[in-house]
């Protein structure tokens, strides 16, 4: 059980076009999710945090308007990079936390490539 | 500003032997919840043991246990029998117990290796 999905789990895209990744929680409802960054050989980062229902919560430094997310349901959070720039590719990972076992699982990451 | 160090970029250790991760964190909270996370080549992240700031007692999962020195700041991982599935990225990780705060803190991760 409490599996989390990413898609895509790779993608490769030019300068200033914008990229969705979706997170999905597949077997429980996660009212907030995580999404984090992960730089080549670098540690986790996060970026913001998704409620379910209500705007995201960014941290210090991270630009809301390039990096849009939105949590329609309790199953799925969404990452939007707007505008990408070589410098925004890198490793995505989101996680979900469950209400039940007040636990974040992660999932599988999305490599994000900008030519 | 919560804050999380490991100081040992990289581990060895010979299959079958034990081998300790260091880890030590900043805080002025009280309440909080500490993590050792996996992380393999796959880089799917992995939950090895959770720490509740305000139990004594300290966590154990099978091979794995912690260390939890709540006043000196400390939460150190201890693998025992070491295999070699138990090579990857570790990273400790700190949750604040305050509602809408979370998110986790990641240390800089020990790259532990395993020699056969």
């Known amino acids: 059980g409490a599996v989390v999905s990413q898609h895509p789990s790779w993608v490769i895209c030019k300068s200033g076009t914008s990229v969705k990744i979706e997170c999905r929680s597949l077997d429980f409802q996660a009212t907030t999710m995580f999404w984090y960054r992960q730089f080549p050989k670098q540690s986790l980062m996060l970026m913001a945090t998704?409620?379910?229902?209500?705007?995201?919560?960014?941290e210090q430094g991270v630009e809301k308007d390039k990096f849009l997310i939105n949590h329609a349901s309790l199953t799925l959070s969404t990452l939007t990079v707007t505008s990408a720039h070589p410098e925004d590719s890198s490793f995505y990972i989101c996680?979900?936390?469950?209400?039940?076992?007040?636990?974040?699982?992660f999932g599988p990451g999305t490599r994000l490539t900008v030519l | 500003a919560q804050t999380v160090t490991q100081s040992q970029p990289e581990m060895s250790v010979q299959e079958a032997e034990t081998v300790t991760l260091s880890c030590t964190y900043d805080?002025?909270?009280?309440?909080?919840?500490l993590f050792w996370y996996k992380q393999p080549p796959s880089r799917q992240m992995i939950l090895v043991i959770r720490q509740e700031a305000y139990k004594q007692q300290n966590a154990t999962e099978n091979r794995f246990s912690v260390n939890f020195q709540k006043a000196a700041k400390s939460f150190s991982l201890k693998i025992s029998d070491s295999q070699l599935g138990d090579a990857a990225m570790y990273f400790c990780a700190y949750r604040s117990a305050r509602g809408g705060a979370d998110g986790l803190t990641f240390g800089k991760g020990t790259h532990l290796i395993i020699q056969p």
């Open positions: 996680s979900a936390r469950s209400g039940y076992t007040d636990t974040q699982y």
């Open positions: 805080t002025s909270e009280s309440d909080y919840y």
């Open positions: 998704s409620n379910e229902g209500s705007k995201a919560t960014y």
